[in-house]
């Protein structure tokens, strides 16, 4: 059985990049975080890194160094997706593929480099096809993954630790600092190597020279290993374990076992997602609606196949069409219940194929299903749930014309608040409401609008007669008072009048107001218009 080997892959400027290529952007560009109370630097362009700036750098000196300086916030979810979306590319050089902290990949490529002319052809396809993505990469590959981690993040020309990106944040604060000023004193890191190769069985001599940081130890530990003179990992080799282990806890022995090879350091690869698709190859390219229909019937039956042999519903479909001047026109529709029918997703994705653009021909067709939920098979309902499968299908049709997100459904909420005692959810995702509806401890009016001035005419609970839109009003009848008071627990800008004392009111005209009377608190008080009754 061939030795393990483990290629790591290390995107240094993946936060830039990532926002780079998706913008089009070209020069000095950094992301920038919050770190306590200010903003750092933590992804860097090569222009910016060439204008001196690095990672973990205050903005505002970065940007008296580099005036031209664009920035950007970090937005850790979707450089999450991102790397994850990488994971899915590098699976063409092995099937074992694991996403390693925020910007790297962890592959197990035993046996695969033969299929590469070996292992540097392989570690340089992989930095040719990434640069091709607009992605700066480093490699390693060694016996182990805390090796080949160390290697791709510490290890350039000589051995010599370099210190960018994610691997500052292994390094204690005083080594960062010193790192911190030397780059402004404008001293470069030595030039490195984007593949480094460790032979198999000489982890040992590879790492030796590498900082302790690299073996991926907790905030402090590195610092505290350099006060007692423990600066590279071959220095960690001639101590005794026991004090190591008693001063360090074992940490320190589990991760420099684990880069050793001496203890197994299993890889945990992402779930492979099977594709849910069927295409349909054209002898002729077709343009005609019906025949888009016809194509999609024949696709859908296909699908839904796939699906009831599963046991799962499709909850978005993806129809894409190939076209014969090599364009692609897509076509989303998402679905308010899971779905396996091939008849009734039909007779819904035909009031949207009227948007694919035919150009000269379409000589493909392929359907998706990217988004499915668990459907199991249900004992036969009675009104209720025939109900609400209608009432599913009714949402999925007008969403088709004018988006899901477009529906929405009101809840009732626990709050005596006017405009806060309802939810809207949207209805798509959402049940409906319980029935029936808990009844107002008092009547609400039919049309709530913000809170408009009264000025009062006349005196008395409420005022006999007031002006308000232009209009002098006067008061036939009103009932009340009804008290509300402010939720004390949130800061409502709209509440810091304080108490409120709502009355309806009959004017002589017949309008029948909702008017309040607030008693002042962090803003002063007096009186307000907040709706009409019918």
């Known amino acids: 059985m061939p030795a393990r080997r483990i290629l790591s892959i290390w995107f240094p400027r993946l936060g830039a990049e990532r926002l780079m290529r998706r913008r089009g952007l070209s020069g000095p560009f950094a992301v920038v975080a919050e770190r306590g109370q200010r903003q750092v630097l933590v992804s860097l362009s090569p222009e910016a890194e060439a204008a001196g700036l690095f990672p973990g750098q205050p903005l505002r000196e970065a940007q008296a160094l580099c005036p031209d300086l664009a920035t950007a916030p970090q937005h850790p979810p979707a450089e999450a997706a991102f790397l994850r979306a990488l994971a899915r590319w590098a699976d063409r050089f092995s ?23 070996g292992e540097a052809a392989l570690a340089e ?38 210190r960018s990106g994610d691997a500052i944040e292994q390094e204690a604060r005083a080594t960062r600092a010193r790192a911190a000023k030397r780059a402004a004193r404008g001293a470069a890191p030595p030039p490195a190597q984007p593949v480094i190769l460790a032979p198999p069985g000489q982890v040992h001599g590879a790492l030796s020279p590498l900082p302790v940081a690299a073996l991926r130890l907790p905030e402090g530990m590195a610092e505290d290993l350099a006060r007692l003179g423990l600066r590279r990992i071959g220095d960690l080799a001639g101590q005794p374990r026991a004090a190591l282990g008693r001063r360090f806890g074992p940490v320190l022995m589990q991760r420099l076992d684990q880069a050793l090879g001496q203890v197994p350091e299993p890889l945990s690869p992402a ?68 779905m396996r029918d091939a008849g009734a997703m039909l007779a819904l994705l035909a009031m949207r194929l009227e948007r ?61 608040i006017p405009g806060k005692t309802a939810l809207t959810l949207a209805a798509a995702w959402s049940a409906p409401a319980p029935a029936p509806w808990p009844a107002p401890e008092a009547p609400r009016p039919l049309l709530l609008w913000p809170p408009e001035p009264v000025t009062p005419r006349a005196g008395g609970r409420p005022c006999a007669a007031f002006r308000w839109r232009g209009r002098e009003h006067a008061v036939a009848e ?57």
């Open 95 to 117: 099937p074992l593929v694991a996403c390693e902290g925020a910007a790297g990949l962890m592959l197990d490529i035993t046996g695969c480099a033969s299929l590469f002319g």
């Open 125 to 162: 396809s992989v930095i040719a096809e990434a640069a091709a993505l607009g992605l700066s990469a480093r490699c390693a590959i060694a016996d182990t993954p805390g090796a080949a981690w160390a290697l791709a993040r510490f290890a350039a020309g000589g051995g010599v630790a370099r």
């Open 271 to 338: 779930a492979a997602r099977t594709p849910l698709a069927v295409r349909l190859s054209l002898p002729e390219p077709i343009g005609h609606l019906d025949d888009l229909r016809a194509g999609a019937a024949r696709l859908l039956a296909r699908l839904c196949e796939t699906l009831h042999a599963r046991g799962i519903g499709a909850r978005a479909l993806r129809l894409e069409a190939f076209r014969s001047d090599g364009e692609v026109s897509v076509l989303d529709l998402r679905l308010a219940r899971p």
């Open 356 to 416: 694919i653009e035919a150009g000269f021909g379409i000589d493909m067709l392929r359907l998706d299903a990217p988004e499915t939920e668990p459907l199991r098979p249900e004992q036969l309902r009675g009104p209720e749930g025939t109900a609400r499968d209608g009432l599913a299908d009714l949402v999925t049709r007008l969403g088709a014309r004018i988006g899901l997100e477009a529906i929405t459904r009101h809840h009732p909420a626990e709050s005596r």
């Open 478 to 534: 009103a009932q009340g008072p009804e008290r509300i008071a402010p939720e004390w627990w949130l800061d409502d800008p709209e509440w810091r009048t304080g108490l409120r004392d709502y009355w309806q009111v009959l004017t002589t005209r017949g309008e029948r107001l909702w008017l309040y009377q607030a008693h002042g608190a962090a803003l002063s008080g007096g009186w307000f218009c907040h709706g009409r009754f019918a």
